[in-house]
């Protein structure tokens, strides 16, 4: 909760909190944690974090430019620290107490996408010649991923070898057959620098002008894939698609992975140029699992957007640029420089806040113009008449926290 209040002042509280998830639903899987101990409150934490800057939440940046249009001066980066910093301390404490109050035995719905989550996949990883860790055991390999990724089998040369001693020296060239969950194995590749192998050809080289797309698909009972292997498939061959990975329900697999027969209800991680992939499924007779981001020793660009971040946070404080042209730029460049596609921007938007905020603009301006505004004030002027202006203050603050419940903050600025 700590994490993601610290983090939700340097970005948006809910970017903070999407960012956190992953390691909440980590922490709750390795420590058996019902995930309602933390998820409510991080919410919490997201919440009170982004009241610290001006671009924590969306209302700090609404009010921030209505702040201009009356006084020609917006708000700065950290002119709500002062009061934003106590609430956050407080609140701390009382989370750190009040999260005693929730259940503790709050059964998880069994889902579909919850056991598909867990699925383990066997994947086959190079060695590089000129690898960094030569003298490296298979057990000092596997201890970087906390047990949860397992050597299956070793391949060197014309020699297979099923689940290796912990012992074996790791030598540049070999093949390892690995399995775990797919963050798992993303993880150790990364970490470990380790070539993920295709025996067909990179999808990237074929088609470089097409967003290349890492999928999840399940073998239907009448796919023409049962029965065989990717190697007699010809995946790529007919279909255009490569396969990365394997998983199947109750059993461990230790064989090469092109060498795998195929049965129905076999999960395959497939990758596929964006305009192939539902083409390809289709002819295969597989069916794609819930849409989510799946990602397997791909390239990344970590400090990059890290970096875009803080410079335009930079120019804001500094009163540079206005923060709407700040953090637009900066969205544009990380899709520049390739750290996040297009589509999956546009999939970040939301978009039913985005109609609803632009529709509550022009009645606002209404509310005003018509004299609703006006005449509001005048009521709320006669009933706090003579009293100190902290009480005006909290007279207005009531008012807003009477209606945010039935309208979204932003909403409720705007009104």
């Avoid at 509550?360 to 100190?388: C, E, F, M, R, Y």
């Amino acid at each position: 909760t700590a994490a993601v209040t610290l983090l939700s002042m340097a970005t948006k509280n809910v970017g903070a909190l999407a960012i956190m998830l992953p390691v909440a639903q980590q922490v709750c899987r390795k420590t058996g944690t019902s995930p309602s101990r933390l998820l409510m409150p991080m919410s919490f934490g997201a919440m009170i974090g982004g009241l610290v800057t001006l671009v924590g939440t969306a209302p700090n940046i609404i009010v921030s430019e209505v702040r201009e249009e009356l006084l020609g001066k917006p708000f700065g980066m950290y002119d709500y620290a002062p009061v934003g910093l106590v609430l956050t301390a407080i609140s701390l404490v009382f989370l750190s107490f009040a999260y005693r109050l929730l259940p503790k035995n709050r059964q998880e719905k069994a889902r579909l996408d919850g056991a598909l989550k867990a699925s383990t996949y066997l994947t086959e990883v190079a060695v590089p010649e000129d690898w960094s860790r030569n003298g490296m055991t298979l057990g000092e390999l596997t201890a970087l991923s906390e047990g949860d990724v397992v050597v299956a089998g070793l391949l060197r040369g014309r020699r297979r070898k099923s689940a290796p001693r912990p012992d074996t020296v790791i030598q540049p060239g070999d093949v390892l057959l690995i399995e775990g969950e797919q963050q798992a194995l993303d993880a150790l590749i990364l970490r470990a620098k380790l070539q993920l192998t295709r025996h067909d050809r990179p999808v990237t080289m074929e088609e470089p002008t097409e967003d290349v797309r890492a999928v999840e698909a399940v073998i239907g009972p009448e796919s023409v894939l049962v029965g065989k292997s990717a190697t007699t498939a010809q995946l790529y061959t007919d279909h255009g698609v490569n396969l990365l990975g394997v998983s199947r329900a109750g059993y461990r697999m230790n064989q090469h992975l092109k060498s795998v027969r195929l049965k129905a209800g076999d999960i395959l991680l497939l990758q596929a140029g964006e305009q192939t992939l539902p083409a390809a499924l289709s002819d295969l007779g597989c069916l794609p699992l819930a849409e989510r981001e799946v990602r397997l020793g791909g390239p990344r660009k970590l400090f990059a957007p890290v970096l875009i971040l803080a410079a335009a946070m930079t120019l804001v404080a500094l009163g540079v640029i206005p923060v709407a042209i700040a953090f637009f730029g900066a969205a544009v460049a990380v899709v520049a420089i390739g750290g996040l596609r297009m589509r999956e921007a546009y999939a970040a938007l939301d978009g039913p806040l985005l109609v609803l905020i632009a529709c509550l603009i022009p009645v606002s301006d209404a509310i005003k113009q018509t004299g609703g505004s006006a005449l509001a004030a005048h009521g709320l002027g006669l009933l706090l008449h003579n009293a100190p202006g902290i009480v005006a203050v909290g007279g207005m603050v009531l008012a807003a926290m009477i209606v945010t419940p039935f309208l979204n903050n932003a909403a409720t600025v705007l009104i």
